[in-house]
């Protein structure tokens, strides 16, 4: 959640807003997720991490915010002390699709740069649409690229990033080096955060000091494999 990443073109890196993590999977998973945010929360970070839960089928809300029962006290009532995001994941996966196929620069257009590995297309298009929802298409087993993507896309409506406007963000929104998850870029990489949230250290030469501009994408293999 502490990491740099650097802004091509600029003096500066961002540190994430916010980190979504994926709560279920396999037997175990969720108990450690749980585990997991009330760690975050112990040290003062919680703010930073949010849990979430894919539920499919046809929901009123896209991404909502519930506080689920975790553990009981002896109380009358069950303790709900832990924020848990629940994403409609068959309305995300539809923006998700009509994004990667828009054939046109601008808002709510999805690119996936050349140089990405091939598994990431291949797992963004591992899934079909029909009567009942998004399912794995026959033979293919890989999906986590288009769930993170989801999952990503909840993020940013629970942050109302489509409500933010241009003339006037909110400060983690602002272009430039004043944004307020900005640390300055140094010769060995990212400077360290200087906040009261413990920074983590960068990797040993993960990061330039002034990254070059990726080129333009045109993007039409990308939009062949996915159509097809």
């Known amino acids: 959640a502490e990491r740099g990443f650097p802004v091509a073109g600029g003096a500066h890196a961002l540190r994430p807003v916010g980190v979504i993590v994926d709560s279920g999977g396999a037997p175990g998973v969720t108990p450690n997720a749980y585990a997991f945010w009330r760690a975050r929360r112990r040290e003062g970070?919680?703010?930073?991490?949010?849990?979430?839960?894919?539920?499919?089928?046809?929901?009123?809300?896209?991404?909502?915010?519930?506080?689920?029962?975790?553990?009981?006290?002896?109380?009358?009532?069950?303790?709900?002390?832990?924020?848990?995001?629940?994403?409609?994941?068959?309305?995300?996966?539809?923006?998700?699709?009509?994004?990667?196929?828009?054939?046109?620069?601008?808002?709510?257009?999805?690119?996936?740069?050349?140089?990405?590995?091939?598994?990431?297309?291949?797992?963004?298009?591992?899934?079909?649409?029909?009567?009942?929802?998004?399912?794995?298409?026959?033979?293919?087993?890989?999906?986590?690229?288009?769930?993170?993507?989801?999952?990503?896309?909840?993020?940013?409506?629970?942050?109302?990033?489509?409500?933010?406007?241009?003339?006037?963000?909110?400060?983690?929104?602002?272009?430039?080096?004043d944004n307020a998850r900005a640390v300055p870029l140094t010769p060995e990489g990212v400077a360290p955060a200087t906040d009261d949230t413990p920074a983590e250290a960068p990797e040993r030469g993960a990061s330039s000091p002034v990254p070059e501009a990726p080129p333009q994408q045109r993007g039409p293999s990308t939009m062949r494999f996915l159509r097809r």
């Open 45 to 177: 970070t919680s703010r930073l991490w949010h849990l979430v839960k894919g539920i499919g089928g046809k929901r009123r809300d896209r991404v909502e915010r519930v506080f689920i029962e975790t553990r009981s006290t002896g109380r009358r009532k069950p303790l709900r002390d832990l924020p848990l995001v629940q994403a409609s994941t068959d309305a995300l996966k539809d923006e998700i699709c009509a994004a990667l196929l828009r054939g046109h620069e601008g808002a709510r257009t999805l690119r996936l740069l050349r140089d990405l590995p091939p598994n990431v297309a291949e797992e963004m298009s591992a899934e079909r649409r029909g009567a009942k929802g998004w399912e794995l298409r026959p033979g293919r087993k890989r999906n986590e690229a288009l769930d993170l993507a989801v999952y990503a896309l909840a993020l940013a409506y629970l942050l109302r990033a489509e409500a933010i406007e241009p003339a006037d963000p909110p400060d983690w929104a602002r272009l430039g080096a």
